[in-house]
């Protein structure tokens, strides 16, 4: 019998690292902006659904996490005062949602967030605080990727939500036989 090569080994562990998570919308990789850095692509993590609170068994291999252990159930979708945790923050991944995270913005970009959550991508975004970034900044996490900014950049965060998002309301659990 013939083994796997390592083309047919790599494909298949793609394969299997992306079932079950939703498909992004790329075209291509957002460009860094002045007040936004290059996207920015972490280590994937396998992992799987946590019960309750529990916590995730590794730590992430990003902050905040682009990949890795999650919340069960339904994602989370639109603007949150309260801290999200972080396995809350990879069930919205999983599901084909932009988290941006951020750390003590100013009162302009947070309404600007929350009108960009509300009216232009109800269904696609997710903004928590989170205060494991520096002071001012924010950043923008898909599934696999993240943009880090000192600032609000309104246009940085279309072109990654173009690119990243898809609809979170058309997400189902996977199910395993």
Known sequence: MRRP??????GLAA???????????????????????P????????????LGDAEPPVPYSSVPPSSGWHASGAPPIGVFDRPLS????????????????HNAIDDASLDALRSLATD???????????????AGTLVFTSWG???R?????????QRYVAAYATDMTTFEEPTTN
């Open 5 to 10: 090569g390592p083309l047919t080994t790599l």
């Open 15 to 37: 394969a299997l690292l992306t079932a079950g998570c939703a498909e992004a919308q790329t075209t291509e990789v957002p460009a860094a902006t002045a007040d936004c850095g």
């Open 39 to 50: 996207v920015e692509f972490p280590a994937l993590q396998f992992g799987s659904h946590l």
């Open 86 to 101: 972080e396995p809350e923050q990879v069930l919205a991944l999983e599901a084909g949602g932009v988290v941006v995270t």
């Open 120 to 134: 232009d991508f109800p269904d696609r975004l997710v903004v928590t605080p989170y205060s494991d970034i520096p």
């Open 145 to 147: 990727a993240q943009q």
């Open 149 to 157: 900014c000192d600032a609000l950049d309104t246009a940085a965060l």
